[in-house]
Structures are given as C-alpha cells and as structure tokens.
C-alpha cells in the first residue's frame, strides 16, 4: 500500500512538472543533468563500455564528449516525456515535422497496411504521438507495440500520455491478437527494433556497431507473414524539443527478401543514423548482455 501511494504521488507530481512550458523545464533538465552525471553517475559505466565498443576508432577524449552530450539529452529527454502529460496537439505538430508522409498515404488509400521501423533515438515517445495524429489526417490508425513496465501504476500513467491523440499501444506478446482486431481496415504498425529479447527469444545476432548483437525478429516474422511494405522512419534532432522525421522506404515487397535480411537491413538503417549524430541513441541501456554461445 505505501509503495502504492508513493506511485501515486509521484504520477501526481509528474502531472504537475508537466503543466510548465518546456523551456523552463530544460532548465531542470541542466540541473538533473549535473545529478546523473557528477553526482550520482548514472549507468556511467555501462554508457562508457557501450561507446567504447561501438566505436573503436575514437579516442578516449571523443567517447568522453559523447558521453556528456548523451547524457545532457537524457537529462532533456525525460523532461520532454514528462511534458507529454499535457502537450497540445498544436505543439506536438510544431515540434515535430514530417518528410514523406505521402508514401504511406498511396498505401491505405488502397487498403493497404504498413509496417513502420524506427528505433531509440531522439524523443520516440513524441515522434508517435506526432505520427498517430498525421496518419490519422490520411485515414489510418497507429498500431505501436511496445513492452509494458512492471509498475503498474506507472503503466497506466505512460499508457495515457501515449494515447492522448488516438494512438492504440499493444503488448509485445499481443501483437498478432491486435492486428487480427484491426485487419479489414489500414494501419500503420510500429515497431521500435532495437529492444533487446530475452535470452529465450535469441534466436539470431546481428552484426550492429562493431558487435554481435541479439535481435527480435518480430519485424521480419511479420513482413514475410503479410508481404506490408516496411518504412523506416528516421529521425534527427534539429534542436532542443525539435525534431524532423524522414519515412524511408526499406523494404517495399518482404516475399523476396533472404532469411534474416530484413532484420539485417533495419539494423543498417538505424547503425548509420547513431554514426551521425550518436549522443541520441539510449546507450545506458544494457543492450549487448547477451553474447552468442
């Protein structure tokens, strides 16, 4: 019960922080910045060992800018998430902008579904809600699966904020039970492929940032199931709280694709992204604790 009523609080007091304009918040967002990194020395460890291995021809001094500039984000990010709580629509569309959108609309105007690849970098949680509410415009429904969280109450504080505007979230273990709900009408079906699977669900390692790394192939399984065109949606941050999101068409007909080629092929795709601009990319996730046997 007390952790109960701590959950609730905190949810209550999240809901508040969320009632500020985001440039006062990104100040916050400096302080927390400080705390995580000089204080508290959040995760430091495994974000210098990711950065490390993932990019073997930089100096010490290049991974250590890196490093800040993540955790610099980070520290903006969850201040950019807590405001999702009550974001308007008018300034989700502001601070997040479409190139391609037409692509997907050529599909559903032919009853067409889609499948949609993007991964952690910059703010996923504002880019769909940005992107229910344009598809939605061309007269399709988001899908996203995602997996839940263990706190319940927590749960349903991210569930809200991530449907404000029309979205359908569905539970990894869901996914084929939820496409089945919405299979006589177009959909985009979203899938962040970069989660890491549990040591039961490795079946296959993909060669990502100079490591072998376990892959979900949920992505794949389904594009060969349903033959839907896969788009990839790229994203770069323009500024503080902007961002800019390119659909790429990458894979337009999966029946002639090779085993494992689309999960290889998304991988790239998401590889090249972080090379660009990598202090974006979640790297205090513990994404390569599994190695192949």
């Avoid at 060669?207 to 979900?216: G, S, V």
Wanted: some cysteine; overall charge positive; proline content about 4%.
């Amino acid at each position: 019960m007390i952790k109960r009523g701590i959950a609730h609080l905190g949810v209550f007091f999240l809901y508040l922080l969320s009632l500020l304009p985001l440039p006062l918040l990104f100040f916050f967002a400096r302080l927390l910045y400080y705390l995580l990194y000089y204080v508290i020395g959040y995760r430091k460890k495994v974000v210098r060992q990711n950065l490390t291995h993932s990019f073997p021809e930089k100096s010490t001094s290049e991974i250590i800018s890196i490093e800040k500039k993540y955790f610099r984000y980070l520290a903006e990010l969850i201040f950019e998430i807590i405001k999702l709580t009550t974001i308007s629509e008018k300034e989700v569309l502001q601070r997040v902008k479409f190139k391609g959108l037409e692509q997907l609309a050529v599909h559903f105007k032919s009853g067409e579904s889609v499948l949609a690849c993007t991964g952690h970098y910059g703010n996923w949680e504002l880019g769909t809600l940005a992107l229910g509410i344009n598809v939605a415009a061309i007269s399709a429904k988001t899908l996203v699966i995602f997996k839940p969280i263990n706190n319940k109450i927590f749960e349903a504080w991210f569930n809200k904020l991530r449907t404000n505007y029309g979205n359908i979230f569905i539970a990894m273990r869901q996914t084929l039970r939820g496409m089945a709900t919405y299979k006589n009408e177009p959909t985009l079906l979203c899938f962040a492929s970069d989660q890491s699977p549990t040591r039961e669900e490795t079946k296959y390692f993909v060669d990502f940032l100079h490591q072998p790394t376990a892959a979900l192939l949920g992505v794949e399984k389904i594009a060969k199931s349903t033959n839907r065109p896969i788009y990839y949606f790229k994203v770069t941050v323009v500024k503080k709280g902007y961002y800019h999101v390119e659909v790429l068409p990458m894979c337009l007909d999966p029946s002639k694709m090779n085993e494992f080629e689309i999960t290889n092929l998304h991988f790239k795709f998401l590889e090249d992204i972080i090379k660009e601009q990598p202090q974006y990319w979640l790297w205090s996730h513990k994404r390569w604790k599994f190695k192949p046997e």
